[in-house]
């Protein structure tokens, strides 16, 4: 029986007391447990790395979605997986709801505030950031009233919404909506994101799935292009990887990526930035790969 250790800790399920019951026979633990569906009910909930506030955080759950819980501890936080990237890790158990409702529609603005009522007037200190899920409960005007579980309801702007079947044309478009937002390690919504979660954000609204982390995205993503001194057959959408990091093309010569350097999402000549991240950081280029359409 295989060890914990032989399986990437940030996608298994598994720890020294517990792991997930689908793992029985492959990962020796003292005990297994079912997981329990749940989703998430703030506007965003911390993924961590150990039950604390303080603790680094891993990675970010948008509204509405899915976290399996296999644990509870002591000090309110859930342990347990996420549905849509498989990432592991501890949530604050407050910001889960096993009750709530099925989202139908998602955010396509950037931000978009959550109002107490049908109206722009109203005060808020809520906002959801883009592909966040709702469940839409009723249309009230231009406002739709949605169900946030046990954090209450709320009214959403129908112009920031569509149905989750409703995909964006091109990624890149989604990914420059993200320029000038802070960078921040692990984050994952409008507020402040890092490089990979700028990638799989773009992806996901244009209905193509990636991993969180950059190395998966360099192992799992589209096809590999040649990487030579020119790049010169570079062209809109392609990723560019370095052992770290990882930027998106707006066209076959200039870089969008979240990155600590501009400490924000930022524009530049991938020449530029590559000589900076040769030089200061992650060293050379160690992959670019081409999309596939969803049509492929």
């Not at 049908?118 to 009723?138: C, G, H, Y």
Request: include cysteine; aromatic fraction near 6%; hydrophobic fraction near 40%.
């Amino acid at each position: 029986m295989s060890d914990s250790r032989d399986f990437d800790p940030r996608l298994t399920p598994a720890r020294a007391d517990l792991a997930a019951a689908h793992l029985r026979g492959r990962i020796d633990a003292p005990r297994y447990a079912e997981g329990a569906l749940m989703r998430v009910v703030a506007t965003y909930a911390a993924l961590r790395r150990e039950p604390r506030s303080d603790s680094p955080l891993d990675t970010q759950l948008l509204a509405g979605e899915a976290f399996i819980v296999y644990a509870t501890d002591e000090n309110g936080f859930a342990w347990g997986q996420s549905v849509a990237d498989g990432y592991v890790g501890y949530v604050a158990r407050d910001d889960l709801d096993p009750q709530a409702r099925e989202p139908t529609h998602r955010v396509t603005a950037l931000r978009s505030p959550l109002y107490p009522g049908p109206s722009l007037k109203l005060p808020t200190e809520r906002f959801l950031s883009l592909n966040a899920r709702v469940q839409v409960i009723a249309v009230e005007g231009a406002y739709a009233r949605i169900d946030c579980g046990a954090h209450g309801g709320g009214y959403v702007h129908t112009a920031h919404i569509a149905p989750l079947d409703t995909l964006e044309p091109d990624p890149v478009l989604v990914a420059e909506r993200f320029l000038h937002v802070p960078y921040l390690w692990g984050g994952r919504t409008s507020l402040g994101l890092d490089c990979s979660a700028l990638v799989q954000l773009a992806l996901a609204a244009a209905g193509l799935y990636a991993p969180r982390d950059s190395d998966m995205q360099e192992e799992q993503l589209g096809e590999a292009l040649p990487v030579d001194d020119t790049l010169t057959h570079l062209a809109r959408g392609d990723l560019v990887f370095w052992k770290g990091h990882v930027g998106i093309m707006c066209d076959g010569q200039t870089l969008l990526h979240a990155n600590g350097h501009h400490m924000a999402t930022a524009r530049e000549p991938l020449a530029q930035a590559r000589a900076r991240i040769a030089e200061k950081s992650f060293g050379p280029i160690t992959g670019i790969r081409r999309l596939r359409s969803r049509a492929a």
